[in-house]
């Protein structure tokens, strides 16, 4: 949520910011500066008018302390106005509250500010090209097959007998393939944990307060599942519940950086990707992922973003994928995201690069959303903590990048070195 002082204060500076997330949708200040205005007349005039409550019932204590007579006309005056002034401060709270509720709406619907640094760009397209690695990991099989035929043949992935269970985009994995997941999973938390995340495994329902706090609602409502009987959601990422932890609690300076990482299934309706990658791992309802999670000082925002990166390639380098590292413009950037950079593994099938993480830097956005601040010994009041995440990484994606990357001329799939001990085998 952006800042409405700072709203209030730099209109134009904050309007042509929003602009150029896009240049065909407008983001409108007026009608948040309007009910601001309001408000703040009504909170002025309640102030006067509590002011003068106050003032009378003073006075009328004091007369009364004195010895005059309470049935007096001048003392049913007094009563008479101050029973008024009530009356009116009372009519004033609920509209008050309401133009409050109304701004707060407008304001949730607003996306996060892009940093000074992101690069001004219309779309994808502009998005800028950071480094590549991993060239020498290219595979040099002429013949690489699509990762769900592969999977398929080696009788790893079912995705027929998942649509008999539930639907299109979702998967059985079987035999090596269930094991290559779960390997996976516990290599990712391995090593992050060694790179001192602390981990969680939290729930993978979560309330509509906490995707408010991360900024999935009320914007995403229809990418997500939900449970409507008991006000819950299936999780889209493990950043949900793991940053609304510390929703509407005050930290102490001393315990930033908190970094956790978590595994969870992850759920999504994928509601705006009508015919994109209807084959395969890549764009299912549910899948698995590792994610990480940072709660950091202001001051150090940046330099754990770049560190937040490090660590989410660095399980695509132990893995050795071809890999190359994209920085955001502003027209694609996500909803809460100031700055952004984009992970993404080689797929030989399709000959290019595919999304496999999104470490963010969300500044005070969601901290705003979820409340969260904390208070250092030599100031004064609370700041808002800086928010980051990133998946450390996507499991589906990372093993469509294996069986591309990894398959072998005769139809065998590699195991990654430093996966061999968790599946205890070479080949696939």
């Known amino acids: 949520m952006l800042d409405l002082k700072q709203i209030r204060e730099n209109p134009d500076l904050i309007q042509e910011l929003l602009n150029r997330r896009s240049a065909s949708k407008e983001y409108a200040l007026a009608p948040i500066?309007?009910?601001?205005?309001?408000?703040?007349?009504?909170?002025?005039?309640?102030?006067?008018?509590?002011a003068r409550s106050n003032e009378i019932g003073?006075?009328?204590?004091?007369?009364?302390?004195?010895?005059?007579?309470?049935?007096?006309?001048?003392?049913?005056?007094l009563k008479d106005e101050g029973n008024e002034l009530k009356a009116k401060i009372s009519d004033l709270d609920p509209q008050e509250k309401e133009l409050k509720t109304q701004i707060e709406t407008l304001l949730l619907q607003l996306p996060n500010l892009p940093s000074e640094s992101t690069p001004i760009g219309?779309?994808?397209?502009?998005?800028?090209?950071?480094?590549?690695?991993?060239?020498?990991?290219?595979?040099?099989?002429?013949?690489?097959?699509?990762?769900?035929?592969?999977?398929?043949?080696?009788?790893?992935?079912?995705?027929?007998?998942a649509v008999k269970v539930a639907q299109t985009r979702f998967v059985n994995l079987i035999g090596a393939g269930a094991a290559l997941e779960r390997a996976l999973i516990n290599f990712m938390l391995d090593r992050q944990t060694a790179a001192e995340y602390l981990e969680v495994m939290p729930p993978i329902l979560v309330s509509s307060t906490s995707l408010q706090g991360t900024g999935q609602l009320p914007k995403f409502a229809e990418e997500s599942f939900q449970c409507k009987d008991d006000d819950l959601w299936l999780v889209p990422t493990a950043e949900v519940p793991v940053t609304n932890l510390y929703?509407?609690?005050?930290?102490?300076?001393?315990?930033?950086?908190i970094k956790h990482c978590a595994y969870t299934p992850c759920f999504r309706r994928e509601a705006g990707s009508y015919g994109k990658d209807t084959r395969g791992l890549i764009r299912l309802h549910q899948f698995n992922k590792v994610e990480l999670v940072k709660l950091v000082h202001p001051d150090t925002s940046e330099d754990e973003h770049q560190t937040l990166v490090k660590d989410a390639e660095a399980i695509l380098q132990a893995l050795k994928l071809?890999?190359?590292?994209?920085?955001?413009?502003?027209?694609?950037?996500?909803?809460?995201?100031?700055?952004?950079?984009?992970?993404?593994?080689w797929l030989p099938s399709a000959g290019t690069y595919r999304e496999i993480s999104s470490c963010s830097n969300f500044r005070d956005f969601q901290a705003r959303r979820a409340n969260i601040r904390f208070k250092e010994a030599s100031k004064k009041g609370t700041q808002f903590v800086h928010t980051l995440n990133g998946s450390g990484l996507a499991i589906g994606r990372t093993m469509a990048a294996i069986l591309?990357?990894?398959?072998?001329?005769?139809?065998?799939?590699k195991v990654p070195e430093v996966l061999q001990p968790y599946l205890k085998r070479e080949f696939l």
């Open 33 to 50: 500066l309007n009910l601001d205005r309001q408000r703040r007349e009504l909170e002025a005039t309640r102030s006067q008018l509590q």
């Open 58 to 77: 003073k006075l009328y204590g004091q007369k009364i302390k004195s010895g005059s007579d309470s049935g007096s006309p001048e003392m049913k005056a």
């Open 122 to 161: 219309k779309d994808e397209t502009e998005n800028i090209e950071i480094r590549r690695w991993g060239d020498e990991y290219l595979p040099q099989n002429p013949n690489i097959l699509p990762h769900w035929e592969i999977g398929e043949r080696l009788g790893i992935l079912n995705f027929e007998r």
């Open 247 to 257: 929703r509407d609690e005050i930290l102490e300076a001393t315990q930033l950086p």
């Open 322 to 345: 071809p890999y190359r590292i994209i920085e955001l413009c502003t027209g694609d950037l996500g909803f809460g995201a100031a700055k952004c950079y984009d992970l993404e593994v």
């Open 404 to 413: 591309e990357n990894y398959q072998q001329p005769n139809g065998t799939i």
